[in-house]
């Protein structure tokens, strides 16, 4: 008998139009990156950018619901990107730089929680680490250079070229899916980090300043958050931690019956 093939929902990332700009760059924009696709697409599964749904859009809709998705689809990726509002966690932006995306913060939520419910595997990336901890209630240091003392470097100009070691908490999952190793040298980009650990989630890695890396929801479902891009690992470059295994279990979920 064949196997079923895997169908994976990926999160949008938003652009929003900027006051004055015409064209492209004057609409609101809803995207994946490459990088993050074909890296899911790698294992022989169908990839699908999930669309935020604004109910109040003068476009003619259906009664389409975000839940209506995840009937459709497998597994779910959170994928990187702008800051997450901390407004979502209870605090005001100290910089206005700093204020984040409260749209897409809503939207992903709503997401997550959907595929939570139906018992459907979801993996965060980036950004999407952060989101699972804040709606889980958790929250972040809203910038890590000036609000955490003694934090080694998370990013820098050279973007996705950035690495650093993290850590394997023992007898958790990363330490079982990479047996002989305790941790590995990543691509980790980003400025803010866990403050406050949300609710049922446990530390599956950290960097050498403590802070947080990867986190595993504790629930009955697997829910797992990679503060690094495994998608800019590129396979046999021995020198960064291999990504093949966490996709492996992610999809290997995504094919088993739900509940």
């Known amino acids: 008998m064949a196997k079923r093939t895997v169908k994976i929902g990926i999160s949008a990332r938003l652009y929003h139009p900027q006051p004055e700009s015409v064209g492209l760059l004057g609409k609101t924009l809803q995207y994946l990156e490459q990088s993050v696709a074909h890296w899911v697409m790698s294992r022989d599964v169908l990839v699908f950018m999930v669309p935020s749904i604004v109910q109040d859009s003068p476009m003619q809709r259906s009664n389409m619901r975000l839940a209506d998705y995840v009937g459709a689809l497998d597994g779910l990726v959170l994928q990187g990107g ?11 932006p100290l910089k206005p730089e700093w204020a984040g995306d409260r749209v897409r913060d809503a939207y992903e939520m709503e997401l997550l929680h959907e595929f939570m419910e139906a018992g459907k595997p979801v993996l965060g990336i980036c950004r999407g680490l952060q989101l699972i901890n804040v709606a889980l209630g958790g929250s ?3 910038d890590i250079p000036s609000l955490v003392e003694d934090a080694i470097a998370h990013e820098a100009p050279e973007y996705d070229r950035h690495t650093h070691p993290v850590q394997f908490a023992e007898g958790g999952l990363l330490a079982r899916l990479y047996p002989e190793q305790t941790g590995g040298q990543v691509v980790s980009i980003h400025h803010q980090a866990v403050k406050v650990l949300g609710k049922d ?6 960097a050498a300043d403590g802070l947080v890396e990867a986190v595993r929801w ?10 690094w891009h495994p998608e800019f690992h590129t396979p046999g470059k021995g020198e960064l931690l291999d990504g093949e295994p966490l996709l492996q279990a992610f999809l290997d979920e995504a094919r088993k019956r739900r509940w």
């Open 201 to 206: 989630l446990t530390v599956e890695a950290t």
């Open 82 to 92: 702008t800051d997450l509002s901390p407004l979502s966690y209870g605090e005001e």
């Open 140 to 142: 972040l240091h809203q």
């Open 218 to 227: 504790t629930g009955r479902g697997f829910v797992v958050g990679l503060q």
